[in-house]
């Protein structure tokens, strides 16, 4: 059995795209559909650097440059978010895969399928940050739709606010969704499956605080 990628059809019809894959034998269109995800993951960084979104410190100091030392430095910012947007896609996409194969044996490509569905959920995120930001003017770890708004209430502690910033509505919907496919192929416990997953985005989660302070660090290296 041939299973051809719909992402969208597995996320609105994903009882019977699962039987589907879990049957297939061959998949289509898996490395098309990949460098899509890509594509579209540069195209909303690039467009986010565009907009000045994560601009702060280059602004701040605008002042101080000329006009050519000024259009330079907004155009390595735009450059390195689209290069972070394309190692982001491909972590996203093939790290937590591997880890996942390694722990369950459910074939490589159909966990590389699940993530291409979490890279999307993750893309559409990304895209709510803009308008929050533009028109609300909050900051994606203070989002509405984060506990990082109630972490700036209780603390000042940057990585504690950019830690819980991460946990969103979003990010619970995909340890949801992935329980639920690696569930569908596999005989491990879900409650098992639960707390690995679980576990990996806990990781994660840290990993993107200590990115968010990290990048803040590298842009005053450059730009203060």
């Known amino acids: 059995m041939t299973y051809r990628v719909h992402l969208f059809r597995l996320l609105f019809s994903m009882e019977d795209d699962l039987f589907r894959i879990k049957k297939a034998e061959r998949i289509e269109q898996l ?19 565009f907009l000045g979104l994560g601009t702060e410190r280059i602004s701040g100091i605008a002042v101080t440059l000329s006009d050519t030392a000024y259009e330079t430095s907004k155009l390595w910012f735009i450059l390195g978010r689209a290069l972070y947007a394309i190692l982001f896609a491909a972590f996203i996409l093939f790290f937590p895969s591997l880890l996942f194969y390694l722990l369950t044996g459910i074939p490589y490509q159909k966990l590389v399928i699940m993530q291409q569905v979490v890279l999307v959920v993750m893309l559409m995120e990304r895209l709510l940050w803009i308008p ?62 639960a707390i690995n997953v679980i576990l990996l985005h806990f990781l994660g989660w840290c990993l ?5 302070m990290g990048d803040s660090y590298i842009l005053g290296g450059w730009f203060g």
Do not use: D, H
């Open 31 to 49: 490395w098309k559909v990949n460098v899509v995800l890509i594509v579209a993951a540069i195209a909303i960084y690039f467009w986010m650097a």
């Open 132 to 193: 929050l930001v533009i028109f609300v003017g909050l900051n994606w770890q203070v989002s509405p739709l984060s506990l990082g708004i109630i972490a700036s209430y209780i603390t000042e502690i940057p990585w504690v606010i950019l830690f819980f910033g991460a946990i969103t509505l979003f990010q619970l919907w995909i340890i949801w969704f992935q329980v639920k496919y690696i569930s569908a192929f596999s005989e491990m416990k879900q409650y098992v499956m």
């Open 208 to 212: 993107t605080a200590l990115i968010a």
